[in-house]
């Protein structure tokens, strides 16, 4: 049976694009698997504590004290959530360039050497093998193409935290041009929702 993992990381609560466009996707897998588990992580609206170094010393070594210990707790339950998974769905909108804080705190917890990547003599090797991931990035301005490419600190982002744990088979959802007025919003929802369709044919069903 398909087990889905859903990431949310909007700060927006129920006006959030990113948040709407991510239960479209899921409700879409769902009509295709009725049968479809699903976890679900609000990171905007729950925040995981940010990293410090007792945090570090619990996910990365051998924790030694309490707060170590609620660390490295925290990052097996949330890497448990991401290895039963086979599709992760992960809303992303954009903060200042780049991917919200709580969205990078959950990698942080689950990057981890020896458990979802680790380094060989030939480089390092993502541990997560044959998930699919469709990510729906949300920002107010245009950077899929036009002189604002270059400031597109998301969706490289993304790709690389995803990559250098195994998973490849990322399809981006992409609401841009939400800040160019109405019609431009209207727009690019309903473009996105077709991109959606379409990234949720493209997943196998294992259910
Ligand atoms: C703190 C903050 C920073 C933002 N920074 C950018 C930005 O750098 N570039 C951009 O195009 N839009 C930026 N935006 C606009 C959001 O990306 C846009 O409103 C998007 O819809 C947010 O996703 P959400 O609706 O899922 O919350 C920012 C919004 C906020 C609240």
Not at 18 to 24: N, P
Not at 41 to 47: A, F, K, T, V, W
Not at 157 to 174: E, P
Request: hydrophobic share 40%; charged share 20%.
């Amino acid at each position: 049976m398909s087990h889905v993992l859903i990431l949310t990381s909007s700060i927006a609560g129920d006006a959030s694009v990113s948040g709407g466009l991510v239960a479209r996707t899921v409700a879409s897998l769902r009509a295709r698997q009725p049968r479809l588990q699903a976890t679900t992580r609000d990171l905007g609206g729950s925040p995981i504590p940010h990293l410090d170094a007792d945090a570090v010393a619990g996910i990365r070594g051998e924790p030694a004290n309490e707060a170590q210990r609620a660390a490295q707790t925290l990052s097996n339950t949330l890497v448990d959530e991401l290895q039963r998974a086979d599709t992760l769905v992960i809303g992303a909108p954009m903060y200042n360039f780049g991917i919200p804080s709580t969205l990078k705190t959950w990698f942080d917890y689950v990057l981890r050497p020896g458990v979802t990547f680790r380094y060989t003599e030939t480089g390092p090797e993502g541990l997560l093998k044959g998930k699919k991931a469709i990510v729906v990035v949300s920002r107010g301005g245009l950077y899929s193409e036009g002189p604002a490419m270059a400031y597109d600190s998301q969706e490289p982002h993304l790709r690389t935290l995803l990559g250098f744990m195994g998973v490849t088979d990322v399809a981006f959802i992409r609401a841009e041009r939400l800040a160019f007025g109405p019609e431009q919003h209207r727009a690019a929802i309903s473009n996105a929702e077709i991109a959606i369709e379409q990234a949720v044919d493209s997943v196998r069903t294992a259910a």
